[in-house]
């Protein structure tokens, strides 16, 4: 097990972070089905203000994981993982509060097979995130299990380049204006490399644990 006893407060912020980065995502794809059918309105502003909000939280957790991993008695290597493979998870809620951000500032009025797209690709980076976070308790734990976990993230991960892959190319068949389809594109791209960062911290875990092991 990485954390003895007296650093159970410091993994129960890990967990919270996981949990408020997983509300993050959960409250894009709510925002990305309610554009779906009613387009970026006053609503939501509202779900991409929450989104915000949820993502400023989880920023705010692990600023403070970083300050108490060098109050508590971990190895110095095991400080860093640790750092890095929060600091990779991050990349996620924050790709996710951008989304609906870009989306409401740029008022991107996306064809409805673009809209269904980005919930699909948002669903597939939301799905990487709650197994991820399974894999990183598995790992806190000296658990056994990670391999399959894994697997299932680039399962989420292949998913979601195919449907990227599939919109843009739908896209650009399209009779959009072509400054509409290159925003399109710039929108799905961004909601598609959710999944990406997603397998980026499942690699980085997999070495983590290996390192735990020796």
């Not at 791209?189 to 959710?194: L, P």
Request: charged share 25%; with cysteine; proline share 3%.
């Amino acid at each position: 097990m990485l954390f003895s006893h007296r650093n159970d407060e410091l993994r129960d912020k890990i967990r919270c972070y996981l949990s408020v980065s997983g509300e993050t995502l959960e409250s894009c794809s709510t925002g990305l089905r309610h554009y779906l059918e009613h387009g970026a309105d006053l609503h939501f502003e509202a779900v991409a203000a929450k989104t915000h909000s949820l993502e400023h939280d989880a920023d705010t957790i692990r600023r403070e994981i970083e300050v108490d991993l060098y109050a508590h008695s971990l190895l110095p290597d095991s400080r860093e993982d640790i750092l890095l493979l929060i600091e990779r998870l991050d990349l996620m809620p924050n790709q996710a509060e951008d989304v609906l951000r870009q989306i409401h500032i740029q008022c991107l009025d996306l064809p409805p097979f673009a809209r269904q797209g980005l919930i699909e690709l948002a669903e597939a980076g939301r799905t990487a995130l709650t197994l991820l976070a399974q894999g990183v308790e598995l790992v806190l734990q000296g658990s056994p299990g990670l391999a399959d976990i894994l697997r299932q993230v680039d399962d989420a991960e292949h998913t979601g380049d195919q449907v990227e892959q599939q919109l843009v190319a739908r896209i650009f068949r399209s009779d959009l204006p072509t400054a509409d389809k290159i925003l399109a594109r710039d929108i799905i791209y961004s909601a598609g490399s959710i999944c990406d960062f997603a397998q980026d911290v499942g690699f980085f875990l997999s070495i983590f644990a290996v390192k735990r092991r020796e």
